[in-house]
């Protein structure tokens, strides 16, 4: 059986979609609980728990007498240590390349189940699918609408790849990020710099070599590499997860305690 979103996340994703959008930026009001109440049809107990979650997500400050506001967001300078191989390789005198494999718009029915379950968009997509016949020009408008933006980099060190990036990003939070050249641009830098990261979390693991991933770092296939993958969150929703393949003889992780 299908879900239905609940009418508070309803109204949270609305008011982030504005956010998102520039229509509510820092330091704005937003509408009041009254307001969206009426909006949505729905009782102000509801608007409430929405706007509370999204104040404890530190996405709305919300002023006793004055209001609800979006609020300032001192993450700018992000917590999340990203780090930008560029530069890295750039410290440390070598000289460094990107080399874009490939970018292109994912559409709903292109997603697999690990991309939904990232980006946390399976209710949308189903409720999509429930309209029925008389909103048949809706749903092809939808399917056709890009929901994330994936693009392939290979970067080189001296000549010689180091790492292949896999990146997915939310298309509508940034949109965009599919007009960049990502041989001249750092996909993370350009990230941070448009939609500034909060938190995220990471995972490293060892795993052999596909042939595809192989043959972009030249290696020979099933030999070992370091993949690190990580998703990032910017006012509480997931707006990039990353898989970052490194052959295992030529790439460490380091780190000071």
Do not use: C
């Not at 509510?24 to 608007?47: C, D, H, P």
């Not at 919300?62 to 750039?90: M, P």
């Not at 980099?153 to 990146?167: N, W």
């Not at 750092?186 to 991933?213: C, F, H, V």
Request: hydrophobic fraction near 40%; aromatic fraction near 8%.
């Amino acid at each position: 059986m299908t879900k239905t979103i609940p009418a508070y996340q309803r109204i949270k994703n609305a008011i982030l979609d504005n956010i998102h959008s520039g229509k509510w930026q820092a330091g704005n009001a937003i509408s009041t609980e009254m307001a969206l109440a009426e909006e949505f049809g729905v009782s102000r107990m509801t608007v409430n728990r929405a706007l509370k979650e999204l104040s404890e997500e530190r996405v709305l400050e919300r002023r006793q007498g004055s209001g609800t506001f979006v609020a300032q967001q001192q993450f700018n300078h992000t917590f999340v240590e990203v780090r930008n191989i560029a530069e890295d390789l750039k410290s440390a005198n070598r000289d460094y390349e990107a080399q874009v494999v490939s970018k292109r718009a994912i559409t709903a029915d292109m997603l697999d189940n690990e991309l939904r379950r990232k980006f946390g968009i399976n209710e949308g997509v189903m409720i999509d699918k429930e309209s029925g016949p008389a909103n048949t020009s809706a749903q092809t408008d939808a399917s056709d609408a890009a929901v994330l933006y994936e693009v392939k980099i290979i970067h080189f060190a001296d000549g010689q790849p180091i790492q292949f990036e896999e990146r997915w990003v939310d298309a509508k939070k940034v949109p965009k990020f599919i007009d960049q050249d990502f041989s001249v641009v750092n996909t993370s830098d350009y990230l941070i710099a448009k939609s500034p990261l909060e938190s995220g979390s990471y995972t490293i693991r060892a795993l052999a070599a596909p042939d595809e991933i192989a043959e972009f770092l030249q290696i020979a296939p099933q030999s070992p590499t370091l993949v690190l993958r990580r998703q990032t969150y910017s006012a509480g929703q997931v707006v990039t997860f990353v898989k970052m393949w490194h052959a295992g003889d030529r790439y460490q992780f380091s780190g000071e305690l």
